[in-house]
């Protein structure tokens, strides 16, 4: 088990937003989620556990909400001027990650400017994968490095039940590298090779589309 941050704070509550609040929380981080809208907010009440009504682009009000005792925020409004503001405000809080969703070059060029670390851009599956970056930066090379090059999540299979990762060698049968593992309130980051899989258990893995779709033809068929 390594160290982990364990607070995340999430502007603007679109569909990516939500995406990657729901996968974090579900791997177990604590996030605030904030939107200007109150209609939003009452709206996505039930589906996230802290969420709050506030304009990002209002300096007492970031302060009001404790932002800068964030280890990361990510800012998602597609809004240019709230997404400009925060990322300053942010950055003079000295907060150490500050991950900007880009509406396109301009909007990214000027958000480093302002202090952003990270940009991003894609919607769909880019929210999950997001949230396994933010938590496991060392894998950050293999998501960026080629478009053919997936990651994958699934309850671990009955077959593979107090098997350790040695045993269970997915990498040398079917070309799949565990990442990740979470194991009941616990997320282990390249779990260590004595780990034995259990019931429940949710495991990361990434490998090559054609890859992954042989490995869940042939073991996770039964999901």
């Known amino acids: 088990m390594v160290s982990r941050k364990n607070q995340f704070a999430i502007l603007g509550m679109g569909r990516f937003g939500i995406s990657l609040a729901v996968t974090l929380e579900q791997m177990g981080y604590e996030v605030l989620c904030v939107d200007v809208d109150e209609a939003v907010v009452s709206k996505l009440a039930d589906q996230v556990s802290r969420i709050v009504s506030f304009d990002i682009r209002d300096s007492r009000a970031f302060d009001q ?8 925020v990510i800012i998602c ?9 925060a990322t300053m405000l942010c950055k003079e809080r000295n ?32 929210a999950k994968r997001l949230a396994l970056h933010l938590v496991a930066p060392n894998i950050k090379d293999y998501i960026e490095i080629d478009g053919d090059i997936k990651i994958i999540n699934f309850n671990a299979p009955e077959e593979l039940w107090e098997k350790n990762l040695v045993e269970a060698n997915l990498r040398a049968q079917y070309g799949v590298n565990v990442i990740a593992i979470i194991h009941g ?13 259990c019931k429940g258990d949710k495991v990361f893995a990434i490998g090559s589309n054609e890859v992954l779709a042989k490995f869940k033809e042939k073991v996770l068929s039964g999901e």
């Open 185 to 197: 309130d616990k997320t282990l980051i390249t779990p260590p090779p004595t780990y034995k899989f």
């Open 65 to 72: 909400a404790g932002i800068e005792n964030f280890d990361t």
């Open 95 to 126: 907060i150490p990650d500050i991950v900007v969703k880009a509406i396109d070059e301009r909007h990214a060029v000027m958000a480093k400017k302002m202090g952003a670390t990270q940009i991003v851009f894609s919607e769909l599956e880019m």
């Open 77 to 85: 409004t597609k809004n240019l001027e709230a997404s400009l503001m």
